[in-house]
């Protein structure tokens, strides 16, 4: 749950008539923040005219709080309700319901509320009930008798469709049919505690980083009126590549509201698939999508019968891209095994050189050398080692001996007597993880954490090195060598998907990347801080509450959990999968 704080702060918009967006925007903000006074301003006219001494009783004092608390509330609804109240006593003589002020606005923002949910909920069966003879894929078997029925009892329906209403009931369609019957009355939202997470799946952490950045940057466009009416209740999804972020609203105020955010799972099924799809169908006919398909008829809404609108674009939120990348053919050639053993002693130099720049730890001078019998196939690199260290350093320099320890622990011990290339990529992945090939002389790194690390650290450099020397080609100098090393140390993290890549992403570290292996296949997985587009659509809150208290219905009462159950399959017009699946646990 995230509380944002309003103000007319006008933000440049990220489409096409940028400029004009962002006045308009800035001009309904400014307006925005003198909604209340106006309303308050009138309120205080009519309440200082009909002050008299008369007692007033405690239901009139009631009303009269509501009118001097319902500006700050809703400050959009109460300049309305204000204004219908003001024209109606203009026009009625006499006065209506005894001239009481604080009477008239409650009756007004009742019928102005019904009349809003009512028109909500007609969309929502029209759009239930229209889908089924658009898509066949929806069709049931005795689907014809079902709308003949329904064309039948339609004055039926539609006094199911007013007591929902006058109940501020859900409208539920019962197993997922265009047949509706009215759910119990419920609170918009309850909630234990704030800020927790539904879910500790890996993904959360992609939502973890993206969620602050885009709850301000919405923030903004809501006060500048772009999402659209964002009362209590209102809903909202916003595409950002791969994820589906899903947002409502519980409560809203002068200057502040409060979101509950879901992110969806990134690894979709095939009805969230076709959903998904849908969605950007929508965001790429409103002509914000770079590249795509934008048809002639633009100017009309395609998607007019479906329960997701369009409403804005956002550029700026910075957020991760990822890309995976296979490696069969790659990672086991020997060039590229060899590149990786032969950069490694350069990483290993530029790691453990910079680590004891300052202070050189008196365990590590005292590290004795390890027996000769051990086979390095690779030679010392003393032309990086003089570019590093300067050409007048002591050749029993300890830092050679800890570099060739430290080496011939991960490249030679532990391999069985073989060549680090005739260990094969399991050797380099095994190790990129931090598993390195047990052996007697490991306790030296087992026992030194740090030197471990560093260890590690430069092994995973020396692979990236190796990567961009197979792909791109070779540094042509040790300046070139260095620069790129210094990049790797300041830009990016190496390592295994664990708690450490998590901390790294929510510290937004610009660039990670990971290695890893499944049914024999190694892939590499890249994360790329950028600022990146995203797209948001309003949805409707009769559909979104209807389908909530269907399943509510289905899985709690009827209690069918079948996964093909023909309420969940996908439905391009309701988001019906996606609107499932965003429920509240245990039930989403």
């Not at 032969?342 to 027996?371: C, E, G, H, I, M």
């Not at 094969?424 to 598993?435: A, L, R, T």
């Not at 901390?503 to 499944?518: C, D, G, I, R, Y």
Request: hydrophobic share 45%; proline share 5%; net charge negative.
């Amino acid at each position: 749950m995230h509380v944002c704080a309003l103000g007319p702060t006008l933000t440049g918009a990220s489409h096409r008539n940028a400029s004009a967006q962002g006045v308009l925007s800035g001009a309904y903000a400014a307006w925005s923040g003198l909604v209340p006074f106006l309303s308050l301003i009138y309120c205080s006219f009519y309440v200082a005219r009909a002050v008299q001494p008369i007692e007033t009783t405690l239901l009139e004092a009631l009303f009269i709080s509501r009118l001097y608390r319902w500006p700050w509330q809703s400050p959009g609804r109460a300049l309305l309700e204000v204004t219908l109240v003001a024209w109606l006593r203009s026009y009625i003589a006499g006065g209506w319901l005894g001239g009481n002020l604080g009477l008239q606005l409650l009756l007004v923002s009742f019928v102005d509320g019904r009349l809003r949910e009512l028109c909500d909920k007609l969309y929502f069966v029209a759009l239930s009930s229209g889908s089924t003879f658009r898509e066949k894929k929806l069709r049931f078997g005795y689907f014809m008798p079902v709308h003949v029925a329904q064309w039948v009892a339609a004055p039926l329906v539609l006094g199911i469709v007013l007591l929902s209403v006058a109940l501020a009931a859900p409208l539920v369609p019962f197993l997922g049919l265009p047949l509706f019957i009215v759910g119990y009355p419920r609170p918009l939202r309850q909630w234990p505690v704030a800020g927790e997470s539904f879910s500790a799946s890996e993904d959360t952490v992609y939502y973890r980083q993206l969620v602050p950045r885009l709850v301000r940057r919405l923030c903004a466009e809501l006060d500048g009126g772009r999402l659209g009416p964002a009362a209590p209740g209102a809903f909202w999804l916003v595409r950002l590549e791969s994820r589906i972020v899903w947002i409502e609203m519980v409560e809203r105020g002068y200057g502040y509201g409060v979101m509950v955010v879901k992110g969806l799972e990134l690894q979709e099924t095939s009805c969230h698939h076709v959903e998904a799809q849908v969605l950007d169908d929508v965001f790429s006919h409103a002509g914000w999508v770079r590249g795509g398909d934008v048809p002639d008829d633009s100017r009309l809404n395609r998607y007019w019968t479906h329960v997701v609108q369009p409403r804005c674009a956002l550029g700026g939120v910075s957020s991760y891209t990822s890309s995976t990348m296979r490696l069969s053919g790659l990672i086991d050639s020997p060039d590229t095994l060899r590149a990786v053993t032969r950069a490694f002693y350069k990483t290993l130099l530029f790691v453990l050189a910079r680590a004891t720049q300052q202070d050189f730890p008196d365990r590590w001078k005292s590290l004795r050398n390890l027996s000769t019998t051990y086979n390095v196939s690779q030679p010392f690199p003393i032309e990086w080692y003089s570019f590093l260290t300067g050409p007048s350093r002591d050749a029993r320099d300890p830092l050679v001996r800890l570099v060739n320890v430290t080496y011939a622990i991960v490249e030679a011990y532990g391999l069985g007597g073989l060549d680090p290339v005739r260990a094969g990529p399991k050797h380099v992945c095994d190790v990129f993880q931090g598993v390195i090939a047990p052996s007697h002389e490991l306790e030296l790194l087992s026992q030194d954490e740090q030197l471990r690390q560093l260890t590690l650290t430069a092994y995973r450099y020396a692979w990236k090195l190796a990567l961009d020397e197979v792909t791109v080609g070779e540094y042509e100098s040790p300046d070139a060598l260095k620069e790129a090393l210094v990049e790797l140390e300041t830009s990016w993290y190496l390592g295994a998907e664990d708690g450490v890549w998590q901390q790294q992403m929510l510290a937004e570290k610009p660039n990670l990347l990971s290695l890893s292996v499944a049914d024999d296949v190694y892939t590499c997985h890249i994360l790329t801080l950028a600022d990146q587009e995203v797209y948001v659509a309003s949805l409707s809150e009769a559909a979104v509450k209807g389908l909530w208290a269907a399943l509510n219905l289905e899985l709690l009462y009827i209690t069918n959990d079948d996964d093909e159950r023909y309420s969940i399959q996908a439905h391009g017009s309701l988001l019906r999968n996606i609107t499932t699946q965003s429920a509240e646990p245990p039930l989403g």
